[in-house]
């Protein structure tokens, strides 16, 4: 969208269109989280529990309400429903609404509602599965990349040169350490870099910090033990990403300005 069709019309009124449509959005990613997976349709069988299989009424399926107003059970049979339904239907909300909030309804804060909404799901399987799905990431990246290069098309190299730049560190990672770095993660840096642009350079660099920091503890906890554990890097990506679109801007500004 441009500047001059969204300037008539209430920062308010778009940051609510981003939160509604992030709560649709959250709501499929419940879906997806549970069944991608485990290879299972998307599209069929319907919502149902998973404690009596009985199918979901329209009302049982209102975005985060539906969870609140059943008071986190199941009316058929009464068993507990996860808080991380709700939970990944409000973070969706939450950071599509925040994005549109902070840059504006303009195609950079397109870009930065796409990431945040991307982010949740790929957070949410990584976490529990290791994996990170490429059928999201990879038409993402290539949506985030048009935006982020619509947004500033005097400088459309500058998207595409992050994004092939952090996605091609990651990669030459994964060649190099296939055990410690998993190729899902370069896709994921490729949304990253063409979102960012620049800023992907310190999100980066707070992913690895954390990681770094988490790898510390987890040494100091566990000893040599913990050389054997398995921890998911999206996450820190993910931590990384949503700071560089906070503060990315500014923190590549004070490291030129120091060069100078």
Known sequence: MSVNASASVPLWWWTTLAGGLGLAVGSFWTVFVWRWPR???????RS?????????????LVPVGSWLWQRGTCHG????IHWRYPAIEAATALLAAGAIAHFGATPTGAAAALLGMVIVPVVAIDLQHQLIPDVIVLPAAAIGLVLAIVARPGHWWVPVVAAVGAGGFLFVLWLMFPGGMGLGDAKFALLLGGVLGL????????????????????????????????????PFLAAGAVAGLLWGPAMVSWYTTGLN
Request: proline residues 7%; aromatic residues 4%.
């Open 39 to 45: 290879g299972e349709s998307l599209v069929a069988p």
């Open 199 to 234: 800023s992907v350079i310190p999100a980066m660099g707070i992913a690895f910090g954390t990681g770094a920091l988490l790898g510390v503890l987890m040494i100091a906890r566990h000893g040599s033990a913990a050389r054997k554990m398995a921890v998911p890097f999206g």
């Open 48 to 60: 149902h529990c998973t404690g009596c299989d009985r199918t979901l009424r329209p009302r049982e």
């Open 77 to 80: 049979c009464g068993s507990r």
